[in-house]
């Protein structure tokens, strides 16, 4: 039976260059990194001081209907990320919903409109939360759950645990864009986005859905989240007044880790059959998806697999579904954050699925520029890889020197030949995720 | 290019729970039949002056009794312990532990597990320690300091979401796709769906697949005591979980784990496994309606009824060649909250419209308490159960008849029926809605 081909038609990235893909890709290309001292709170006192945030113009009230603007009062800041990237994406696409223009038909049908938003764990927001704690703290300046019971759980706003739910993402966003047809929340650390993009894919394959906004975000930049990102060994020491636009080197064999950047991305996932009828501008094909296990000695996935294996294993599940050999890719966007033992994986992935083409397959490095952006890495890179066999261009990469046999040391933005980019990324938790995204081509 | 084998049939091999009630599917089956309570105080912090004091838990349950070597999972958070006992359990009974030619690469995880719970006490301390009189910010240096101190790696590491995963992958050898959802109250049953997709695409032989969850913690019950969605009833905890009743006040809070072996038909024959259970129908569909409130009409539980009994080639509104309505029994999603109750009953009469007064539709949660994402699957299991045995489990304390639920809910009694054919529903807050529909395998 023929599969129902699956396209993108909107971009909606949303990372330290604001939101939408042209700020981004312009960075990307004149190579410019958005690392910098950490404002959203004082983190002198974490193993690194910089990170990349969603710059301070962006105001999740404008990405809102007036009367949907209370409800911003009760979102993290990964939902108002989500909120923001999920309009920017519609807006790309041309769509006409609810959250654009509630009197007019929209653009897609509500009950073939789908939503599928990875997202992170969401810390509570210690400000808030310790006010409240600090009412009902015991003669010791202990917690005292008997003073919280009678009394201090009644500071937090009735609300409270619906800013933290992670399945917010999405509920906000269906609201916002009445999308009535299958809607999940994956949860799968760095490799969250591709995965919730891979199942927009089966979704609208098996025809339960048209379209789907899908993607994913992710703000570790709170004292919590960034302090088990620190736990985690993803961090790489980096002072306040250190240039941490030269910190995070990928795949270089001298690399120290990683910085994290807050962002993430909806982008919108079509049926080919419907976005045709509509007429609608077809950016890049999503041709397939993989996702594999890794074998984790720690159990956890602190180091995400003993090898490549498993990554190997997702990737070549991906070039399966598309239909392609392994030689028909041009260009790969792996996580790459710049935490040695995580870049060994790739590379080794690499290895394993491209043999002696792994070492001249150009890599696509994101983390030296918008940090690493952990549930919402897979829908940036695919954003980025779809603007690649847009324009037939991969952007600059910074900072790394010598490699471990892989392509990603420091070269200008180049003009190249591309039809198929490989993205993909491990996690913590050994959970892997890979896809093609493939230039479109209206007669193929 | 494809090499995916033609699959139209999804069998289930194995079944696990670690729940309230027992910690095996036999002992709590008995004792929902009997109509048992696993409610009690709260043991696991001191919620004497909380609104609820009171839920379901998890008792005297010892996770090295189901794995291989526990020192692999030394650091598990109760959630990974909960999903490695019940896991365990379908493992064993599928045989797949036995079959020495599985190819692992083609087994996956699709697990609605809940995120980890905090180590209270130390987080409470860093953050006090973080605060002083007349602050409105946090001191985030002085906290760093301090956390470093107190809150230790791996219990951090432990809370992510997709630990769960991380275990079961470790103790089974699993390397297929793995996936963790989190759609609050319908991510096990969205988890189940979306396994059981992945096996008619071709994508892999089998899946493990379930939820785990327990949000009996300090923050827990305080942010469901602030929505109002937990049940405050003084006296008998046992009474106070009252689903569809006149009188039903909130929810309680249960714990726990179920999970699934799913498995691709001819796999599942060709190795001689015995199927318990054939999947016939997922459903899902969002409300986009309001992060609060349910559709008041019901039509979001009502798209995914609708499209899971589509997929099973099930006309709500016909009647059987033997005169029964369209299907046999539905696991109602059932919390015992005032909304939840009402539009769950309007959701199931537009779709079976006449048919559903005739549908005997109970909620186990009123015994298990609510198992938040775990629930769907836990329940999901309740109704392979049904099928086996020929029983409906009942809604306990129903007692006063709410004149707008006018449903058979199979009340405070367990049922002798003959079951064929059954529906599960979860609903989660926000609004996501997943429905799944299950038969005897013939």
Redesign the interface.
């Known amino acids: 039976m023929q599969r129902r081909r699956v396209v993108l038609t909107g971009l909606g990235p949303a990372t330290a260059f604001g939101l939408g893909i042209d700020p981004l890709w312009a960075a990307l290309v004149e190579g410019r990194s958005a690392l910098a001292p950490i404002r959203a709170f004082d983190a002198s006192g974490f193993r690194a001081a910089c990170g990349a945030e969603v710059p301070e113009s962006f105001d999740v009230k404008d990405f809102v209907l007036k009367s949907y603007r209370k409800a911003t009062k009760v979102m993290a800041r990964d939902i108002e990320i989500a909120v923001g990237a999920a309009l920017t994406a519609v807006r790309d696409a041309g769509l006409t919903t609810r959250g654009t223009d509630p009197d007019a038909p929209p653009t897609i049908a509500p009950n073939r409109f789908g939503c599928q938003i990875g997202a992170g764990l969401i810390a509570a927001d210690l400000d808030e939360l310790t006010a409240a704690l600090w009412s009902s703290k015991g003669t010791e300046s202990q917690f005292d759950p008997e003073k919280w019971g009678q009394q201090g759980m009644q500071d937090l706003t009735p609300l409270w645990l619906l800013k933290y739910l992670p399945n917010m993402l999405a509920c906000h966003v269906t609201i916002i864009h009445d999308c009535q047809g299958p809607s999940n929340t994956i949860t799968c650390n760095e490799a969250s986005s591709g995965l919730s993009l891979a199942e927009s894919q089966r979704v609208i394959e098996r025809g339960a859905a048209d379209a789907c906004l899908s993607g994913g975000a992710d703000s570790k930049l709170n004292p919590m989240a960034y302090l088990r990102q620190e736990l985690a060994n993803r961090l790489a020491p980096c002072a306040v007044d250190a240039d941490a636009t030269k910190i995070v080197r990928p795949f270089d064999t001298a690399a120290i880790g990683s910085l994290v950047g807050e962002g993430g991305g909806i982008l919108v996932v079509e049926a080919l059959d419907t976005a045709q009828a509509r007429g609608a501008r077809i950016l890049a094909t999503l041709s397939g998806t993989g996702a594999s296990q890794s074998y984790c000695e720690d159990t956890v996935g602190l180091v995400p697999g003993t090898n490549g294996e498993s990554l190997a294993d997702a990737i070549e599940a991906a070039l399966r579904d598309a239909g392609i050999s392994a030689n028909e890719i041009d260009a790969a966007i792996p996580y790459g954050c710049g935490v040695p033992a995580i870049d060994a994986i790739e590379a080794d992935a690499l290895t394993r699925v491209f043999g002696a083409r792994a070492s001249s397959i150009p890599l696509v490095t994101l983390a030296p520029n918008i940090g690493a952006t952990v549930a919402g890495f897979g829908a940036i890179a695919v954003a980025v890889a779809a603007k690649c066999v847009m324009e037939q261009r991969l952007p600059a990469r910074l900072n790394t020197h010598a490699t471990h046999g892989v392509c990603a040391s420091a070269s200008p933005s180049q003009a190249v030949a591309l039809r198929h980019v490989l993205v993909f990324s491990p996690s913590l938790g050994g959970q892997n995720s890979a896809a093609v995204i493939s230039r479109y081509e209206s007669h193929g | 290019?494809?090499?995916r084998p033609d699959t139209h049939r999804v069998v289930v091999t194995g079944l696990g729970w670690i729940t309230p009630l027992g910690h095996s599917v036999d002992a709590a089956w008995q004792r929902l039949l009997r109509s048992e309570s696993g409610m009690g105080p709260i043991t696991r912090?001191?919620?004497?002056?909380?609104?609820t004091t009171f839920a379901a838990e998890v008792r005297d349950y010892d996770v090295s009794k189901f794995v291989a070597d526990a020192k692999?999972?030394a650091?598990a958070g109760l959630n990974s312990q909960f999903a490695l006992g019940a896991a365990s359990q379908a493992w064993a009974q599928s045989g797949l532990a036995n079959y020495t030619a599985l190819n692992r690469?083609r087994v996956?995880?699709y697990l609605g597990a809940g995120?980890g719970v905090l180590d209270?006490?130390q987080?409470?301390?860093a953050?006090?320690a973080?605060?002083q009189?007349g602050?409105?910010?946090?001191?985030?240096?002085?906290?760093?300091?301090v956390?470093?101190k107190c809150?230790e790696?791996?219990r951090?590491?432990?809370?992510?979401?997709?630990?769960p995963?991380?275990?079961l992958?470790?103790e089974f050898?699993?390397?297929?796709?793995?996936?963790?959802?989190?759609?609050?109250c319908a991510a096990s049953t969205?988890a189940i769906g979306?396994a059981y997709?992945?096996i008619?695409?071709g994508?892999a032989d089998v899946m493990v697949s379930g939820g785990t969850h327990t949000m009996i913690h300090?923050?827990g019950v305080?942010?469901?005591?602030?929505?109002?969605a937990l049940s405050t009833s003084k006296g008998d905890p046992t009474k106070a979980s009252r689903p569809f009743d006149a009188t039903r006040d909130g929810f309680v809070m249960g714990e726990g784990s179920g999970m699934v072996v799913l498995e691709r038909l001819e796999h599942a024959l060709a190795r001689g496994a015995k199927p318990l259970a054939e999947v016939a129908g997922y459903g899902?569909?969002?409300?986009?309606?309001?992060?609060?409130d349910i559709q008041p009409e019901g039509?979001?539980g009502a798209?995914s009824m609708h499209?899971a009994l589509a997929q099973a080639g099930i006309d709500p509104l016909a009647r059987r060649i033997d005169g029964r309505a369209a299907i046999d029994y539905i696991s109602a999603h059932g919390t015992g909250t005032k909304e939840n109750d009402s539009i769950e009953t309007r959701g199931v009469k537009r779709v079976f419209g006449e048919n559903a007064k005739d549908i005997p539709m109970s909620s186990i949660k009123g015994m298990m308490g609510h198992l938040i994402a775990a629930a769907g699957a836990v329940e999901f299991i309740t109704c392979i159960l049904a099928i086996r045995d020929g029983m409906l489990p009942p809604t306990i304390n129903y007692n006063t008849p709410d004149p707008e639920l006018d449903l058979d809910y199979v009340p405070n009694v367990a049922r002798k029926a003959k079951v064929d054919i059954c529906l599960s529903n979860s609903f989660?807050?926000?609004?996501?809605n997943d429905t799944l529909v299950v038969k005897r395998y013939e």
């Open positions: 290019m494809s090499t912090f001191d919620a004497r002056t909380f609104p692999v999972h650091t690469k996956g995880l995120e209270f006490d987080y409470a301390a953050n006090l973080g605060w009189d602050a409105t910010k946090l001191d985030a240096a002085r906290w760093a300091d956390a470093h809150l790696q791996m951090e590491v432990e809370q992510e979401p997709n630990m995963l991380a275990h992958a470790r050898g699993i390397r297929g796709p793995a996936l963790n959802c989190l759609t609050a969205q979306e997709s992945l008619l695409r994508d300090v923050l305080t942010g469901f005591n602030r929505l109002t899902s569909s969002a409300d986009a309606f309001r992060i609060t039509r979001g798209a499209q989660g807050f926000g609004g996501q």
